[in-house]
């Protein structure tokens, strides 16, 4: 007897709610196994990979470089039962080193290798992914996110469920870009104004300019704003521990980066010597690095992103590092949509040790073509019901983009 996509859905995702009833009759119906024979035998039919190229009101700017564009890439995996999973990759040249043409490229590869496989088997996939994870991690990442979004609806769960969390809301702070003090401190002061209790802030110049910069920004927006900052890898370890020592009285909840991200004995020193608590960001992208990180006694923070990390799957494994080290992970990103943000947002909603959220990428996008996903009311993110990831992307919109 064949199932509609519809009755699979719904009987896997009743199924879900049951699982806690062993003897009920329903666990054993025949519609129950043969949407269990179908999972096991649903395959990756077809792999789309489009440009997603979003404008910015104006560049973005950190202390090793400035952004002009968001030039994604979309991944769209469909599966020969009908189920379609969303992706986005977010190469970040300054950090990641990686282009978009670099990503769709490393994107062929990957659809190659995928199609005809098992969806459901993310492990598996990831690690015949092999060396791309770290040449091409947000590629990489496009791919992980669409194979848990095929999951989550496979489960009829949001993920953030799939994984075992119960908050569907949390806070995120917004980012202050490098600019003029008084252009930074406008944006401080319509962030605050937009109900934002947290702004993080780009430095990691001059430090006598930077302090100067905090220290206005300071007295521009009062004492009730919480402050986190970021150098973006731009001091010298004697620049760093000089700037955060004059940068106590400003009260920095904490500081990302502050030296090259291979200094792991530089950013121990700084963190040795400084009264602001160190989080390393451009120094963790893989579950190695973490253990490094831990090994060197380096940081007191973890920042993770998808785009780093090579997806949700490493992500997880990162926090679940970081939680048996005692160490409390921030969940960050790049210039992201709404895609990769809500994405990111369910794994913080599912892991106790991630208590800083930074998932701002979109606030330069002149357009948000994402249909459903994350919403951002005041500073707290509202993640969606809706099985997977809960997002789509605006068919108008992607028909204006350039398929592969």
Known sequence: ??????????????????????????????????????????????????????????????????????????VRIRTDSGIVGLGEACPFTPITGDTQDTSIAAAKDLRTIAVGKDPLAVESLIKQFGALAHTNPSTVAAFDMALYDILGKVASLPLYRLFGGDRSSFETDITVSLDTTEKMIRSAKEFASRGYKTIKIKVGTDPDVDVERLQSMR?????????????????????????????????????????????????????????????????????????????????????????????????????????????????????????????????????????????????????????????????????PEGPGLGVDVDPAFLKRMKKV
């Open 1 to 74: 007897m064949n199932i509609s996509r519809k009755r699979f859905l719904r009987t896997l995702g009743f199924g879900t709610i049951l699982g806690s009833l062993p003897q009920s009759g329903l666990l054993h119906s025949e519609a129950m196994q043969q949407a269990r024979a179908a999972a096991r035998g649903m395959k990756i039919k077809e792999i789309e990979i489009f440009h997603y190229d979003i404008p910015l009101i104006e560049p973005f700017t950190i202390a090793i470089g400035t952004m002009y564009a968001a030039n994604n890439v979309l």
């Open 219 to 383: 007295e521009a927006v009062g004492p009730n704003l919480n402050f986190r900052i970021d150098a973006n890898q731009g001091w010298t370890v004697a620049q760093a521990i000089y700037a955060l020592k004059r940068m106590e009285p400003v009260r920095i909840q904490f500081v990302e980066q502050p030296v090259h991200r291979s200094d792991l004995a530089g950013m121990k020193r700084v963190r040795d010597e400084s009264p602001i608590p160190v989080m390393a960001d451009e120094s963790l992208f893989l579950p190695a690095d973490a253990i490094q990180l831990i090994r060197a006694d380096a940081c007191d923070y973890f920042n993770i992103k998808l785009t780093k990390a090579a997806g949700i799957f490493n992500s997880i494994k990162i926090a679940h590092i970081a939680d048996a080290a005692n160490i409390r992970c921030m969940l960050g990103c790049m210039i992201d949509s709404r895609l990769a943000l809500t994405a990111a947002a369910h794994v913080v909603a599912a892991h106790g040790n991630i208590t800083f959220a930074d998932l701002d990428g979109n606030i330069e996008h002149t357009v948000d073509p994402v249909i459903g996903g994350m919403i951002v009311k005041e500073g707290i993110i509202t993640l």
